[in-house]
């Protein structure tokens, strides 16, 4: 379930003329573009964003990145992207920041349904003028490289159907791979980029069942090299997506100083789909509240902002 | 140009029971068959389908096969499947027949338009409940691997740009990996897999004019393996699909006993879009026309079906 609280009812013309009046003046009225902002869903912030430029001709987003700065801008400039068009552009960032990031690339490519990684394949095209797949592969070689052209390629079926006995098969496979070390990984990255999520889950429970411990722990125990840690998180986010983006958060606020760029990414992602969910599983992990680690260790309008995504009350 | 000559004006609902009263009897009437079928579109054989469906409770396509045989049977009823659904067929078919039919997945990736190939991902997850890259990449290994899954799982971009300075970097990655034969195979996936067409032929071209032939031509002094018969057919669809199409034809009717997969595959899948341009390019390059040279290989109602799609007056 979402976390953010909208308000129903407002009028996109009214919103665009009350966030014309909150950019006034010398610096921007944050309060007024939080509370009109934080409370309107996707759908109302694209109407917004059209009257908006209907009537002053002028991009609210350009407006929005002119008039406020920092961890706010950079939220607030997430938030306001179509969601396909925002994975788009953190892919990008993703890629041009290099292995300190793949794992971006690979959350997201592993978490969206198959229509919903195609459209962001799409807004790839229209923004950048190139594919996704082009930029990844141009970044990386080897196996990291088939590893992240596979994820982000992938257009994988969606039935229910489960094959157990290849589900043994391939738990083996993984199996003899992990154990070894420097196994066969062409054939875990076949087995991860091309499976169906449902079968994939299944493979993952017969590996467990058979060795007592779930294969993304396994490989933590080992995780060295980039290739290993983006087969991690390409496994938690296909087997739990719900839990790897607890453990995000929880390491994005245990992390000193803060990383503001993983707890915006995973708050703005998901305050419409299943963030109530995610904060659950953070206070059952972690015996505090989301929003009150994140008020401690976050401040200003940032803060604010944040926090009205995660639904607290005004 | 397409060959076939659609009669308009037609009912789907008469020519449904010209179909059924057709197949009245000890023995089909395949004249009154390809008299209908030959003559009409994509979308009024849609149309016909529906109608005989709705009319007789009964599938037209199970019945035609029930009624037909041979090589006739295989060309009508590819003929009378949707075009991404026919190409899902035809995937399959070859991906099961192994290393001797790659060439025609390598063939349906490349010469199809991005949204043409989503099309047939989308057919095939609706077929078989797996995805094509699922089923390639579970057939083949390595190198093999890598290009035909690429290839299939490309969403590439389709706008005009031309990097120029990246046409050469990527002519000189493809020279040394050439040369060398056990060259960078990886690079040459990703440029093949990942760029888009147009940048593809700028890149081809400024390998012709560096080393005075074609890159598939020197390919070609040199094929030996899967590998790299796969990657010449995918550099002849992307550079030429016509040309490389009036080839597949030449291959299949020089050959012993004619190959009747090949020529039917050809003229079933271009009948509609651009044969007429084929069949020009086979006169210019053999000094005889197409539908001479089937006559005299094929026979029976085959061959007339086939002259049909050809555009031959009855």
Redesign the interface.
């Known amino acids: 379930m979402a976390t953010i609280v909208v308000h129903s009812q407002t009028s996109p013309v009214q919103d665009a003329e009350a966030l014309r009046l909150a950019f006034k003046g010398w610096g921007a009225d944050n309060k007024a573009i939080i509370a009109i902002l934080g409370h309107r869903n996707v759908h109302q912030r694209q109407q917004i964003r059209k009257a908006y430029e209907e009537l002053f001709e002028e991009d609210l987003i350009k407006r929005l990145e002119s008039e406020i700065s920092g961890d706010f801008e950079r939220a607030v400039y997430r938030w306001m992207l179509d969601p396909a068009d925002r994975d788009a552009v953190l892919i990008n960032v993703a890629i041009r920041n290099g292995n300190k990031d793949y794992h971006v690339v690979a959350e997201i490519a592993s978490v969206l349904s198959t229509e919903e990684l195609?459209a962001v394949?799409r807004a790839y095209?229209n923004r950048y003028?190139?594919?996704?797949?082009?930029d990844v592969?141009?970044h990386t070689?080897?196996h990291l490289?088939?590893l992240l052209?596979?994820l982000v390629?992938?257009?994988?079926?969606?039935?229910d159907?489960i094959n157990a006995k290849l589900a043994q098969t391939e738990a083996n496979i993984i199996h003899e791979s992990v154990k070894e070390k420097k196994g066969n990984n062409?054939e875990v990255i076949?087995i991860l980029?091309?499976?169906?999520k449902t079968q994939l889950v299944a493979t993952f429970n017969r590996y467990r069942d058979e060795h007592g411990i779930s294969i993304s722990k396994k490989l933590l125990d080992q995780t060295s090299d980039d290739f290993q840690k983006t087969l991690h998180t390409a496994i938690r986010c296909i087997n739990d997506h719900k839990k790897y983006y607890e453990k995000v958060l929880r390491n994005a606020i245990k992390k000193f100083g803060t990383d503001e760029d993983g707890l915006s990414r995973v708050i703005v992602t998901r305050a419409e789909k299943d963030l109530r969910d995610i904060k659950e599983l953070y206070y059952k992990r972690n015996s505090v509240h989301l929003e009150d680690e994140v008020s401690k260790e976050t401040s200003g309008d940032y803060k604010k902002f944040i926090l009205t995504l995660l639904g607290k009350h005004d």
Chains 1, 2 share one sequence.
């Open positions: 195609l394949r095209h003028k190139r594919s996704i797949e082009e592969s141009a070689t080897g490289r088939q052209v596979g390629s992938s257009f994988r079926y969606e039935g159907e062409e076949r980029t091309t499976r169906s």
